[in-house]
């Protein structure tokens, strides 16, 4: 895989700062039963690198120290971690709130059937990556057959109650563009979304996320091997809005890699590129334990102008 860091190291990204700590975003590691082409962490079926119980519970002692109210649980499929359930579990009973990014398909996988039903008795809130709302689109970026498996996981979704009105049970879905340009008004895309989805399936949900593509990792290097990563850093750059700094995830979060290890956000964790709230070069979290991070420096470079870039991006959505 082509390596973008140092395409993207040197920058003139505005510096940025840290509000209060309301969210720990956690790869449970980069195992996967799909191997997206937008796939930001390259994650696979023969990824091995899985969160430890160990880094697992340092997460939830964490939690219980600053009082984290969030926990955002990402991959591979975070759900083939074994100690999933635990951590959900445990933060749950902590009062915590725990947001799923689900790619669908996990949900019908061997071993996996009883996942779905897991996930609505503690309420875990789902994110689910569904990258367009037509069947030929979705199987080129994700593999043939993908479309039909989101579609079964979305009903059996909706059958528990999720993104039903008044089920307290939380449906959103993810969108990604399919090559290098940038998501369209999302507020837009998602009336098309449920409209199709509905017609279409029967399908309802609450929320859509229209994500900007990171020209990192496999998406990056799709770029590159196309001739395509200047024109695509160009489209963001000139994309940039002002507007859009305050709004920044980044600002309240913080990313855990599989080991334990702490970034500024997750893009920053697969560019290896350090927390600078702290004087070391890697850092784990135990080592935070006694660090406040409100108004430490967050580490930037070219890549923070696709979470700028238009309507702006995070792992919530467009931020205007």
């Not at 449920?194 to 770029?223: C, D, W, Y």
Request: aromatic residues 8%; charged residues 20%; glycine residues 8%.
């Amino acid at each position: 895989m082509l390596d973008t860091r140092p395409l993207l190291m040197v920058s003139d990204f505005p510096e940025i700062h840290r509000k209060t700590l309301d969210t720990l975003q956690i790869n449970l590691g980069y195992k996967c039963n799909l191997s997206c082409t937008h796939c930001h962490v390259a994650a696979g079926p023969n990824r091995k690198e899985l969160m430890s119980k160990e880094v697992v519970d340092e997460i939830l002692q964490y939690m219980q120290l600053k009082s984290v109210g969030i926990i955002d649980l990402t991959g591979g499929a975070p759900e083939m971690n074994p100690h999933f359930k635990y951590l959900v579990r445990e933060a749950r009973k902590l009062g915590a709130k725990v947001i799923d990014r689900c790619n669908l398909t996990i949900l019908l996988e061997e071993g996996y059937e009883d996942m779905a039903e897991f996930l609505a008795e503690h309420q875990v809130e789902i994110v689910a990556s569904l990258p367009c709302y037509a069947e030929q689109n979705v199987d080129k970026q994700r593999g043939k057959g993908v479309y039909h498996e989101s579609i079964e996981a979305l009903k059996k979704l909706n059958i528990l109650g999720y993104g039903k009105e008044g089920s307290g049970l939380t449906l959103n879905l993810v969108y990604n563009p399919g090559g290098p340009f940038l998501p369209p008004p999302q507020e837009a895309l998602e009336n098309d979304y449920k409209r199709e989805l509905f017609q279409q399936h029967g399908i309802v949900f609450n929320q859509l996320f229209a994500l900007t593509n990171m020209p990192i990792s496999r998406f990056g290097s799709f770029l590159m091997s196309k001739g395509q990563f200047n024109e695509y850093m160009g489209v963001l750059k000139d994309s940039y809005s002002e507007h859009n700094l305050d709004a920044l995830m980044c600002k309240s979060l913080i990313s855990i890699d599989w080991e334990g290890y702490v970034y500024d956000c997750d893009f920053n964790q697969m560019l290896h590129i350090p927390l600078i709230a702290s004087d070391k070069p890697k850092v784990r979290l135990h080592e935070l334990f006694d660090l406040d991070l409100n108004g430490k420096p967050i580490a930037v470079a070219d890549h923070c102008y696709g979470c700028t870039a238009g309507q702006g991006s995070s792992c919530g959505g467009a931020l205007d």
